[in-house]
DNA sequence: CAGCAGACCTGTTGGC
DNA sequence: TGCCAACAGGTCTGCT
């Protein structure tokens, strides 16, 4: 559900919330999500070791690479700190998924039925709940080691925990080359917008954004990124940042309940739209009817006049 | 290694 | 009203 925009929005508000904060107590309500989609079996020790591991920890800031976020821990200074030698290697780690929500609340609050973890919080503005709450249960949460991340332009390597390992550089992040991840993405054999939802390439873009960024770039979703001129996907890369940033300044694109900040707020980007969600409907430019087709396993909208196969190497 | 299909979940919506 | 199929913003694994 929540693309680069999305997780952003919601990025900013747990920093708000939880920089500098004590996590005073951690409970997991389903294990499954401290696995992932094709791990589900997640032994009691592990939920054990996570609710061990968090409990007295102090938020350092809370980062983001993509759609993945962690927050670097620190001892929170309790007693008995015989770890201190993992004191600033761990984070804990989150991601939203298809469905995944993280929500403050006041701890009286009654607890949605979704809820898979809840963790007691205290610090300067006093003491709060975040709650991940998560439907389909896609999403994740894990302590996790902070290892360097892949190389951006420059070849510096960022910290990351370890489930971002292999997410490229987003396209917000200082280091983000377009020329760069362009020849990437002409080295690929794949159509050009699964090329866009690689994670590996560039991390960040969804089903929403990549649909939206190729129509605003006049690039047909299903063709090949191989047989594209370079500046062609340059500017498929630009017009997908483009599209990000507009969307992170209304707070992202919400179509139900399922995508709310940490307030519990949605984002308003959705009336923005050019053609994702919008098949039968005519393109804002052309008039055309937007056609919906699968592509790659995903729904994939287009304007087929707007959007023809490209001029190609 | 690259590319693709399928699996992982729960809930909503639309057609008959 | 009921039932069933299709669909939903993502990622991981295992097979060619």
């Given amino acids: 559900m929540p693309e680069l925009p999305e997780v952003e929005s919601v990025r900013r508000g747990l920093a708000t919330w939880l920089t500098g904060s004590t996590i005073t107590r951690a409970r997991v309500l ?6 992932t989609t094709s791990a589900r079996n997640v032994p009691a020790e592990r939920v054990v070791s996570f609710e061990r591991a968090l409990a007295g920890v102090r938020v350092v800031s809370v980062e983001r690479r993509g759609k993945y976020m962690w927050m670097p821990l620190v001892s929170g200074g309790l007693a008995g700190d015989g770890e201190a030698a993992e004191v600033g290697e761990r984070a804990l780690a989150m991601h939203l998924g298809m469905s995944g929500q993280a929500r403050i609340h006041e701890a009286d609050n009654p607890l949605h039925p979704h809820t898979r973890a809840v963790f007691d919080v205290a610090g300067p503005a006093g003491v709060a709940q975040l709650r991940f709450v998560d439907q389909r249960i896609f999403g994740h949460l894990g302590v996790e080691r902070l290892v360097p ?3 951006g332009a420059a070849g510096e390597r960022r910290l990351v925990a370890e489930s971002a390992r292999g997410a490229g550089l987003d396209p ?6 377009v020329p760069v991840v362009a020849r990437a993405i002409a080295r690929k054999n794949v159509a050009i917008k699964s090329a866009l939802l690689d994670q590996r390439v560039v991390s960040g873009v969804g089903n929403i954004y990549a649909d939206e960024a190729l129509f605003e770039a006049g690039v047909h979703p299903a063709t090949r990124a191989s047989r594209l001129r370079i500046s062609r996907i340059e500017r498929v890369l630009e017009a997908a940042s483009d599209v990000m940033a ?8 919400s179509f139900d309940a399922l995508y709310v900040n940490v307030n519990g707020e949605s984002g308003y980007f959705e009336r923005s739209l050019q053609v994702y969600g919008r098949e039968g409907q005519p393109c804002v430019r052309c008039s055309t009817p937007i ?11 287009v304007c087929v006049k707007c959007q023809k196969p490209q001029r190609l190497r």
């Fill in 246 to 253: 507009r969307a992170l300044e209304v707070g992202g694109t």
């Fill in 172 to 177: 917000f992040e200082d280091g983000f080359s």
């Fill in 149 to 151: 991340g892949v190389a």
């Fill in 291 to 301: 056609t919906r087709v699968v592509l790659g396993g995903r729904s994939t909208h």
């Fill in 30 to 35: 389903d294990a499954r999500i401290l696995g």
